[in-house]
């Protein structure tokens, strides 16, 4: 039985009765609590280790007390209950045993309900601040066990009425709505009034009806429009409305809250209207003169309430002459002796206007009296008052127009006088007035005036003594219905009849020496009359002024055309036109003068500067590029400024022969500049001379720069990689491309210079732009350098130096491998260098063989007798190494891998002899494993196919008789032991950085 935990039943101590003092700090230094922990227990053992390892507190619970709303539904959450445990122990929830109300259940940690929240089922307990709520004890226990309790409180808010705000919705709570309307108010919204619900629960409104129809209560989505329906209300008949309106929520609806609802009163106050009122007044009148719907004023009213007065009655109330009544009935209106009693016309809104078609007369009656009745649409009482309307005597007729008037000489008989001082056009002259008048005009003979007043000729002007200048003196009368009397003088002033206007008018595009031909017209010469008077056109004289190349011919018997008889010259032509119109009382004469201008020869103008190429012919265009052959064609042009008709060039000639130019301009050569005076360099010059279609002439120089014709550009291509193993006669060193702007094919090729008769030069194609230069035989390593000579046809040589660089060729002399017989594995292992017949080496890397033994059969002592390369050798014992393979190449292990798996079936060591101070790269130690050693190369074997594997080797070098290949110093590797080779083996010599070959 263990010290540790004894058995109680056999009368020893328990392990947890054992008393011990655990309330100290650990002081352990290499234990991580050493000096800040104390486990703080001073009881059993136990008890100190449930401190030590196990320490456990009661969790706390952190959710307080909640708040719900009344009829939340059974189910809802409540709350996630919440819980702090000090060692971090997971937790759970559960209701205490000592709550038994079963109102509310916990699942996963959630508090929910387990019934509907009503406030008087939940809010019984005093949770401590006066409030009353629904108490729940909650146990929450961590994994260890350990568990405590609290109790949280919830309050159900209890359900509350919608309420009823105004005028917006976020004002004050009301308990009833009233309003004042004034019975003249019309239909539409009196008021809004806002209803809200603090849980934001569904409202219904209701509303008693107005029995009586003049107000409705409409619903919206979130207040109540309270309108009147009625046009206008009557307060003698209805002074008060009383009607209310209700708000209940989704609970009072279902049944659930029979109080959640609220009624609002609503008062509508009707107030009286007040009359309106109408007083004594006079009103502006009319004069005695006035006519029909004359306006005597608006009658003035007032009304408290702004309302529209209406004139309810009126009628003519008595009848005055200055001051006097006069009794109605006295006259009956049949003339104006005999006036009007009831004159006016009184509209409803109190306009006074004078009736149509009645007798008005202030000598007679000179006031009307009405006396008028008043009301507005709300009231059933009404207010008079008296009207008095003055009328004003009549008045002069005020004669109104021009005094200073105008008539042409020429007038007839009902022809109109003018305010305009021609006396024939512009406004007719007229007299009017500031009453409705009769009118008569003096002198009646010469003057007549219709009703509106406008004047005209009562004869023919020219029938009269009265001519141009003169004046006339008249008076026009006016006349009213009362025959009073307005007269007005005026002055007739008789203007000169003008004679015909004379208008020439150019024909511009023909004043120029080209135009101005026999035929064309220059000027047109046309006729107005100011008056409008006809053109005699019988009358019309043309003086030439002495000219007798020019001439007026008429046109439809109504205008002339100024014509040249001969083509006219450059300078002013003078001439003038007589007419008279159809009444002869003036004639006109005018002249005119044109001048001929002189049309411009033209200039002459170039596209750009003209070159030609000297190795130009017949018929190349001479061309504006720089080279003078490509390109834009050189081109002439003639403008004319001014231009006159529209002249062109027609044709152009070139001074020189060698010179062409078309009719269009272009130029080109007339003959080959080969053997010509022309070189490059030189500029040929040449007179270019045009002519237009109006026969006008013009030259001037043109210079044509001959361009040089450009040789060849040779471009020479050398070869890379040429070594002087590999050159023979025909090998290729180089290629030449030649390139000749001017295209003069074909091209010849010479080689000039130190190395040229080395080489040969062949065209490969016929024009003679690609050309091949090959060696004539074998070259040693060095430098070749030469000149490569391009011809064209046109004699321009082009040249390119070519160097041909021949480097020594790699010298990597031989591999060979071989199988040897000789030998075996314990010979190997036991005495390697013995065996190969080796009997000293130095220290050099690989070894030198310095010493061999006596046999002269051995391998060693073969190869550097003089037998490395042979097919066989014959060893000791009657042994044989036979050459399985020989191959060259850069790197030993490359040679190998080219030389891949060797055919063989044979029982024998496996030796491969390569030369020393070759250019191929080899190894200088063997390393049986992929060390990365520099230098070291690791012997691995592939044999009849089964795949690579490391084998074990030496290396070691050895100085020959006599050099094989040029080398005196040979290495050679060695297998240390023999292969049993089937059909075939691969030898390969890796770089100890590698790995094994696959």
């Known amino acids: 039985v263990s010290s540790s935990a004894q058995i109680s039943s056999f009368g020893f101590i328990s392990s947890s009765d054992v008393p011990y003092n655990g309330n100290r700090l650990i002081s352990n230094t290499a234990h991580p609590l050493f000096n800040i922990f104390n486990p703080g227990t001073d009881g059993t053992v136990t008890d100190f280790l449930d401190a030590l390892f196990y320490p456990n507190t009661s969790p706390v619970i952190n959710t307080g007390n909640q708040v719900i709303a009344e009829y939340t539904a059974n189910g809802t959450n409540i709350v996630t209950l919440n819980a702090t445990d000090p060692e971090g122990n997971s937790v759970t929830f559960s209701l205490d045993g000592t709550y038994t109300a079963g109102l509310v259940t916990i699942s996963s940690g959630v508090l929910k309900l387990n019934a509907k929240a009503i406030s008087p089922t939940f809010n019984t307990a005093d949770r401590g601040d006066g409030t009353l709520a629904h108490p729940v004890q909650i ?145 502006a009148g009319v004069n005695e003169s006035s006519g029909n719907g004359a306006s005597a004023g608006t009658i003035t009213t007032t009304d408290p309430e702004g309302d529209t007065v209406v004139i309810k009655n009126a009628v003519l109330a008595g009848l005055e002459i200055d001051g006097s009544n006069i009794s109605l009935g006295t006259y009956s209106g049949t003339n104006h002796s005999d006036p009007n009693e009831d004159a006016f016309d009184i509209s409803s809104n109190g306009v006074v206007t004078r009736k149509t078609g009645v007798n008005i007369n202030s000598d007679l009656i000179n006031k009307y009296i009405y006396r008028v009745t008043v009301t507005d649409s709300y009231n059933n009482g009404t207010d008079t008052g008296l009207i008095s309307i003055p009328i004003s005597d009549d008045t002069v007729p005020i004669v109104s127009g021009d005094t200073t008037l105008y008539v042409i000489e020429s007038a007839e008989a009902n022809d109109s006088v003018y305010d305009n001082a021609n006396g024939y056009s512009g406004t007719t002259s007229r007299f009017t007035a500031n009453q409705s008048v009769n009118w008569s005009i003096t002198p009646s003979n010469i003057f007549s005036i219709n009703s509106s007043g406008f004047i005209t000729l009562t004869n023919d002007l020219a029938d009269s003594s009265n001519q141009g200048g003169d004046q006339i003196s008249g008076t026009v009368t006016a006349t009213n219905s009362f025959s009073s009397v307005g007269t007005k003088s005026f002055v007739v002033n008789v203007t000169d009849n003008q004679a015909p206007n004379i208008t020439f008018t150019n024909t511009n595009s023909n004043l120029n020496t080209n135009k101005a031909k026999t035929g064309n017209t220059l000027t047109t010469i046309s006729f107005s009359d100011p008056e409008g008077n006809g053109i005699d056109i019988s009358s019309f004289v043309f003086d030439n002024n002495g000219n007798n190349k020019i001439t007026a011919t008429t046109v439809n018997n109504s205008t002339y055309q100024v014509k040249p008889l001969s083509n006219l010259n450059a300078g002013s032509y003078t001439f003038s036109a007589t007419i008279s119109d159809v009444t002869g009382f003036a004639t006109r004469t005018s002249s005119h003068t044109i001048n001929i201008a002189q049309a411009d020869d033209g200039t002459l103008s170039q596209n750009g500067t003209f070159r030609i190429i000297e190795s130009g012919t017949s018929g190349d265009d001479i061309k504006i590029n720089s080279d003078g052959r490509t390109g834009t064609t050189a081109d002439v042009n003639v403008s004319y400024s001014p231009n006159y008709g529209g002249a062109t060039v027609q044709a152009f000639t070139s001074s020189l022969s060698y010179i062409d130019v078309s009719s269009t301009g272009k130029l080109s050569l007339g003959d080959n500049l080969v053997g010509s005076p022309y070189a490059a360099g030189d500029t040929i010059a040449t007179t270019i001379s045009y002519q237009d279609q109006y026969n006008n002439h013009g030259s001037s120089n043109v210079n044509i720069a001959v361009v040089a014709n450009q040789a060849p550009i040779v471009v020479v291509t050398e070869e890379s990689g040429l070594e002087s193993d590999n050159i023979t006669n025909g090998t290729t060193v180089a290629i030449v491309g030649i390139t000749d702007a001017e295209a003069d094919y074909p091209i010849t090729v010479n080689l000039t210079g130190t190395n040229a008769g080395s080489f040969n030069v062949s065209s490969q194609n016929g024009n003679g732009t690609s050309w091949k230069i090959t060696a004539k035989g074998s070259l040693t390593a060095g430098t070749y350098n030469f000149v490569v000579n391009a011809t064209d046809s046109f004699g321009k040589i082009g040249t390119d130096s070519a160097t041909i660089v021949v480097a020594q060729s790699s010298d990597y002399g031989k591999v060979y491998i071989y199988t040897s017989t000789y030998g075996s594995d314990a010979g190997f292992n036991a005495n390697y260098l013995g065996v190969m017949g080796a009997s000293t080496v130095n220290s050099d890397t690989p070894p030198e063989v310095t010493g061999y033994t006596a046999n002269t059969s051995s391998p060693f002592y073969k190869f550097k007798s003089g037998e490395i390369g042979n097919s066989t050798i014959s060893l000791a014992g009657g042994k044989v190494a036979t050459l399985q393979a020989e191959a060259s190449g850069a790197t030993l292990d490359s040679v190998l891998a080219t030389i891949g798996s060797i055919s063989a079936s044979t029982t024998g060591q496996v030796i491969v002899l390569f030369p020393s101070g070759s250019d191929m790269s080899v190894p200088a130690s063997i390393e049986e494993s992929f060390n990365n050693a520099i230098d070291g190369a690791v012997p691995c074997m592939n044999v009849d196919n089964n795949g690579f594997g490391i084998e074990s080797g030496d290396l070691h070098s050895i100085v020959l008789d006599s050099s094989h290949l040029g080398y005196n110093e040979w290495f050679v590797f060695g297998r240390k032991s023999q292969n049993a080779i089937g059909s075939n083996f691969t030898i390969r010599l890796v770089p100890a950085g590698l790995s094994l070959p696959t």
């Open 139 to 283: 146990t929450v226990t961590d994994s260890i066990g350990a568990s405590a309790t609290k109790t949280i409180y919830i309050h159900v808010t209890p359900n509350q009425a919608p309420k009823f705000r105004h005028p917006n919705i976020g004002s004050n709570i009301i308990s009833s709505f009233s309003v004042s309307r004034n019975e003249n108010a019309s239909s539409g919204e009196i008021a809004k009034i806002y209803f809200t619900d603090t849980e934001a629960d569904t409202i219904t409104i209701d509303s008693t009806a107005d029995v009586n129809g003049h107000f409705q209560v409409a619903q919206f989505s979130n207040y109540v429009s309270i309108r009147q329906l009625t046009a206008s209300l009557d307060y003698e008949s209805i002074t008060s409305y009383n009607f209310s309106v209700t708000a209940s929520d989704s609970h009072y609806q279902t049944g659930e809250d029979n109080d959640s609802f609220t009624a609002l009163p609503i008062t509508i106050n009707v107030t009286d209207n007040t009359q309106p009122s109408v007083n004594n007044q006079t009103l």
